[in-house]
């Protein structure tokens, strides 16, 4: 489990295919010395990490890089299968017992990728909007928790398949949204209490 409060940005090394080159090895650059990453801690083989918003194991470790294996599945069902050399990636560790949970529960499981529509100056910060696929719509509610690319971030209104989040400037400077451009894809997981809610309600 995660909490979509993001610990360090990450940079795609390299992309390597893996078996009929269909699934791909992603070794990806990491800060040393940041909060994902602090001092000499070692990230333990099988350790699971969030990319982007996507749970990976690592599968190899160097002094500043992981390498994750990425199936031809999740790389047909998030934004993974676009990333190239020099892309930049949220990463998070997961969740300890007794740490702060800051953000919401995430589970690093993409329900589908969305799209930019808009990102607009609002006083201090940036209005982004984003369209779902129709199918996760009635997930996303006013107020509600969505994760963007594996960042925690709280719904200001919905519109049928299209939703408005506003981007303080840290949070631009400390994950991806300062790269995010309209017409990019993102990676969506919609709140799991709304996923239960909505399951409930099929058996009434």
């Not at 010395?33 to 801690?41: K, R, S």
């Not at 599945?73 to 017992?97: A, F, Y």
């Not at 609002?122 to 369209?131: I, K, L, M, P």
Request: charged share 20%; net charge negative.
């Amino acid at each position: 489990m995660f909490t979509g409060i993001v610990t360090g940005l990450g940079t795609v090394r390299e992309i390597v295919p893996n078996g009929d080159g269909r699934d791909m090895r992603l070794v990806i650059a990491a800060p040393r010395g940041a909060a994902f990453w602090p001092g000499d801690e070692t990230i333990p083989v099988g350790a699971s990490i969030a990319c982007s918003g996507c749970c990976l194991t690592a599968v190899e470790l160097g002094a500043d890089w992981f390498a994750v294996d990425a199936s031809a599945e999740t790389l047909s069902k998030t934004t993974l299968g676009t990333w190239r050399v020099g892309s930049r990636v949220n990463l998070e560790r997961p969740l300890r017992v007794g740490d702060e949970l800051g953000g919401h529960i995430v589970a690093g499981h993409v329900d589908g990728v969305g799209e930019v529509l808009s990102a607009d100056a609002e006083h201090g910060s940036v209005r982004w909007t984003f369209r779902v696929p129709d199918p996760l719509a009635r997930f996303i509610a006013p107020k509600g928790s969505v994760a963007i690319d594996g960042v925690s971030l709280t719904v200001n209104e919905v519109r049928g398949p299209e939703f408005g989040v506003n981007i303080i400037p840290h949070t631009a400077a400390v994950t991806t949204f300062g790269q995010l451009k309209v017409g990019d894809p993102v990676n969506i997981e919609i709140d799991t209490v709304a996923r239960y809610v909505a399951r409930l309600t099929e058996y009434k």
